[in-house]
């Protein structure tokens, strides 16, 4: 037997409150506009549909009489059921990154390549973040953006440049990076609004490297860029 869109749509609402609620460990006492309000700087889908969610809470309220489940006194329109099961489903099942956006190629290094045959090698691939490994563990990653501020600096010091590149150690130039936390590690698990909300709450952020369990000890399995970030809100939209 088919559902009524009230049935659907009561179906959804709750998919998204036990969601949410079970995502952030919020009270059962919280009304679900709060659960909502509260969700908005951890999650980017409720982050966008906030207001959308607010007025479902309402709609919900409406459609069920006095609290009583079991009497239903509207029927909410079919844009409004499609609309509100397709954020159920993104809340609580959302696409994994790694399944749909970054670049599955990594092209790893060893922390004693110089310089120069690094920059040869973004040329040659166009990859421009290289994960650098010292044995099977990851030191840090050379980014072609944070290189050339690297050697712009050392320009203005009056550094030989040619000499600098081609005796200078990769791992040397990642450490002159500094700890500005441009990059994160990350399991095989990320979702697409996970890794939308890293980049959002971390603006110097330009890099996730993926692992299978996030240590810098495992392979790399995909590199997300903030370039990313347009293809996976276009992920969100569709899904």
Same mark, same amino acid.
């Given at each position: 037997?088919?559902?009524?869109?009230?049935?659907?749509?009561?179906?959804?609402?709750?998919?998204?409150?036990?969601?949410?609620?079970?995502?952030?460990?919020?009270?059962?006492?919280?009304?679900?506009?709060?659960?909502?309000?509260?969700?908005?700087?951890?999650?980017?889908?409720?982050?966008?549909?906030? %207001?959308? $969610? @607010?007025?479902?809470?309402?709609? /919900?309220?409406? +459609?069920?009489?006095? =609290?009583? *489940?079991?009497?239903?006194?509207?029927?909410?329109?079919?844009?409004?059921?499609?609309?509100?099961?397709?954020?159920?489903?993104?809340?609580?099942?959302?696409?994994?990154?790694?399944?749909?956006?970054?670049?599955?190629?990594?092209?790893?290094?060893?922390?004693?390549?110089?310089?120069?045959?690094?920059?040869?090698?973004?040329?040659?691939?166009?990859?421009?973040?290289?994960?650098?490994?010292?044995? %099977?563990? $990851? @030191?840090?990653?050379?980014?072609? /953006?944070?290189? +050339?501020?690297?050697? =712009?600096? *050392?320009?203005?010091?009056?550094?030989?440049?040619?000499?600098?590149?081609?005796?200078?150690?990769?791992?040397?130039?990642?450490?002159?990076?500094?700890?500005?936390?441009?990059?994160?590690?990350?399991?095989?698990?990320?979702?697409?609004?996970?890794?939308?909300?890293?980049?959002?709450?971390?603006?110097?952020?330009?890099?996730?490297?993926?692992?299978?369990?996030?240590?810098?000890?495992?392979?790399?399995?995909?590199? @997300?860029?903030?370039?990313?970030?347009?293809?996976?809100?276009?992920?969100?939209?569709?899904?």
């Amino acid at each position: 037997m088919n559902k009524t869109n009230a049935e659907r749509f009561i179906a959804a609402y709750n998919q998204i409150d036990y969601s949410l609620r079970t995502i952030y460990d919020f009270k059962r006492s919280m009304s679900f506009s709060d659960v909502v309000r509260r969700s908005v700087v951890l999650n980017s889908v409720v982050r966008k549909y906030e %207001e959308d $969610l @607010i007025d479902y809470g309402r709609l /919900r309220n409406a +459609i069920i009489h006095n =609290g009583n *489940k079991k009497y239903i006194i509207a029927e909410p329109h079919d844009n409004i059921v499609t609309k509100i099961e397709k954020l159920a489903n993104l809340i609580s099942e959302p696409p994994v990154a790694i399944d749909r956006v970054g670049n599955k190629e990594v092209i790893t290094i060893n922390h004693d390549m110089k310089i120069a045959t690094a920059m040869e090698l973004i040329s040659r691939t166009g990859y421009s973040n290289l994960p650098i490994y010292d044995g %099977e563990k $990851l @030191i840090g990653i050379l980014n072609g /953006r944070k290189l +050339i501020s690297v050697l =712009g600096q *050392k320009i203005g010091e009056k550094v030989n440049i040619q000499d600098y590149i081609m005796n200078t150690e990769v791992s040397t130039v990642v450490e002159n990076m500094g700890d500005d936390y441009y990059f994160m590690l990350a399991d095989e698990d990320l979702t697409i609004d996970d890794a939308m909300n890293y980049f959002e709450n971390n603006r110097k952020l330009l890099i996730i490297l993926i692992t299978k369990n996030g240590k810098d000890t495992g392979k790399p399995l995909a590199i @997300i860029t903030a370039a990313d970030i347009i293809d996976m809100k276009k992920i969100l939209d569709v899904y």
